[in-house]
């Protein structure tokens, strides 16, 4: 499983908080833009997922 994250519902006005709740900080950005999960560090567990307030967000197979 991967994280992607949708780029129509992030606001990319702030930092993203979901990189302080990824576990093993895999979740990086460059100023305001579009975050990016690395994923040979990911490891799915869903935190991010569950933690986004704008579902931007989520996990696919």
Request: aromatic share 2%.
């Given at each position: ?34 975050p ?26």
């Open positions: 499983m991967a994280v992607r994250i949708d780029a129509a519902l992030c606001p990319l006005t702030h930092r993203c908080p979901m990189i302080e709740v990824c576990p093993v900080g895999a979740i990086e950005q460059e100023g305001f833009s579009l990016t999960v690395d994923p040979e560090v990911c490891i799915s567990c869903g935190s991010c997922v569950e933690g986004c307030g704008k579902g931007a967000m989520q996990l696919d197979d």
